[in-house]
């Protein structure tokens, strides 16, 4: 295993609540990706983060915001949940130390339901 | 990066060897070939990647043709467990300061059986 954990696994929440979703690694990956996955869809890039700090925008990051204060933790938000956001979200991590390793680790998955 | 052709679907017998075919005709040729797989409900599963030479792991072995249009990831011995969804991916080298994103499409359904 890859040392990358995802917490809560399994969350239940009500539209307009806040939601956050915790990615959190001990194997000092430079780079932390979250993504999302829904029924006929492959996986599709939210938001990623090339560094504490340092992050940027995926193909599907509308309503959602993200957060890396520290190397092993990378933080999703969605500030205000809706029923669309209803999915599976997967963390993966790469590059061990300073250099953009060619292989993306993934964690468990959360899956979010919003009601 | 360059969009990837793999099949719906595909069956195997439990023993034998699973070959699964990707069509990237658009490659580039900074571009590496990236195998994942999905087994259901768990998050996807880095399997082996290459760029022109074939490679071999304790997993599979990957194949690319010389023009690098198409390649085949082989399970040399299927079991059970490799049941799985299998995603091929081409990706653009290492790029500097920017981050490795891969792009998933919808991959081929790989059904071992008994």
């Known amino acids: 295993d890859a040392g990358i954990t995802q917490s809560p696994r399994h969350k239940v929440t009500e539209t307009g609540t806040p939601v956050t979703l915790r990615c959190h690694q001990t194997?000092?990956?430079?780079?932390m990706y979250w993504y999302r996955q829904d029924p006929g869809h492959g996986l599709r890039l939210i938001h990623y983060?090339?560094?504490?700090?340092?992050?940027d925008k995926g193909e599907v990051s509308d309503g959602y915001s993200v957060s890396r204060s520290k190397t092993e933790d990378f933080l999703l938000t969605l500030e205000s949940a809706t029923s669309s956001q209803t999915s599976v979200y997967f963390c993966?991590?790469?590059?061990?130390?300073?250099?953009?390793?060619?292989?993306?680790?993934f964690g468990p998955g959360t899956r979010l339901t919003v009601t | 990066d360059a969009k990837t052709t793999q099949p719906t679907s595909m069956d195997c017998a439990e023993g034998r060897a699973a070959n699964l075919p990707c069509n990237h005709s658009?490659?580039?040729?900074?571009?590496?070939v990236y195998w994942y797989r999905q087994i259901h409900s768990q998050g996807p599963q880095y399997i082996i990647h290459?760029?022109?030479n074939n490679e071999t792991n304790e997993m599979a072995s990957l194949i690319i043709t010389e023009d690098r249009k198409s390649s085949t990831l082989i399970l040399p011995h299927a079991t059970l467990r490799d049941t799985a969804v299998y995603y091929c991916i081409v990706r653009a080298d290492r790029l500097t300061g920017t981050a490795s994103k891969l792009t998933f499409g919808t991959g081929t359904r790989l059904q071992v059986t008994l």
């Open positions: 194997e000092n990956h430079r780079y």
């Open positions: 290459g760029l022109k």
């Open positions: 993966a991590i790469s590059g061990r130390g300073t250099s953009a390793g060619y292989e993306q680790y």
């Open positions: 983060s090339y560094g504490v700090k340092d992050t």
């Open positions: 658009t490659i580039s040729g900074n571009e590496y």
